[in-house]
Each structure stands twice: as C-alpha cells, then as structure tokens.
C-alpha cells in the first residue's frame, strides 16, 4: 500500500512501491486520501480526479505485470491509511517523507505528523522515503 498526496515525497514514494511491487510480484494499491483542508474536497469529481493523478503516476508497464488498484478515500489521511492497510491485509505501507531541515531534535517533537500517525498504529511495517539528494524543490 503505497500513501500518496501528490507531494513531490509521495510521488517518489510511490515510484519505490511500484518497483518494489515489480520485483517482489506483488500488486500494488496506490491510496489518495481527500482531506477537508485538501483542494480536491469541495470538488464534485474530487476523488475521480484523484484517482486520474494517481493513474498518471505509475509507469502503464505496471498494468502488463500486475495491475495496480487505485484507491481514494475520505476523511483523516492517518486514519484512512491505517484502516486501508488492515482491510486490504498489506504486507507494507510506504509513504514520502519530508526532510526536516534543523536540529534533528525538531523531528522528534513532530508526533501529529500523518507519518508518525501511521507509524504508531500501522498492522505492517511502514517505510518512509526521502527525495533522492539534489531533488529537493527550490
């Protein structure tokens, strides 16, 4: 199960599910969550266009091998990962991870982060990945 909220973290996150999927035969679910605060949840087709983005984003190969299973859910996005993860009985959860610029004590005092969430009350094991360096938006 691979979380995505279009951020150029997840986005990257979910090209790492998808190869991660390839290489493991597995299939992969791509999870968009439209939040109240999101720009897509006052939107009539909010979720049908989430959906399209998170198409857009896997490689159309990954339909030949194992077609993916497009998710988009409603509501609080820890809460919708976690509850995904135990309905669909994935093996793992991977999401993007902002990098924390600063003391790295300031990530420790972070815990109402949607990752931390996760982490705290995932039924897998949950891998978070960074931007690859020198990828960091400017």
């Known amino acids: 199960l691979c979380a ?8 990257e996150a979910l090209q790492y599910a998808n190869s991660l999927a390839e290489e493991y035969h597995a299939r992969l679910t791509a999870l968009a969550v439209v939040t109240s605060s999101s720009q897509m949840a006052g939107d ?19 339909e030949f091998w194992a077609p993916p299973n497009y998710l988009v859910e409603r509501g609080d996005a820890a809460e919708r990962i976690v509850e995904t993860a135990k309905f669909r009985g994935a093996s793992l959860i991977v999401m ?8 790295a004590s300031v990530a420790a005092h972070m815990p109402s982060s949607t ?3 996760v982490l705290a009350h995932a039924p897998c094991p949950v891998l978070a990945v960074h931007r690859a360096a020198g990828l960091e938006a400017t």
Request: aromatic share 2%; charged share 20%.
């Open 115 to 117: 990752i931390h969430k």
């Open 96 to 103: 993007g991870a902002k990098t924390v610029r600063g003391p």
């Open 44 to 62: 009539a087709n909010g979720s049908a266009h989430a959906r399209q983005k998170l198409r857009d984003l896997v490689p159309l190969a990954s």
């Open 4 to 11: 995505v909220n279009f951020s150029p973290e997840s986005n």
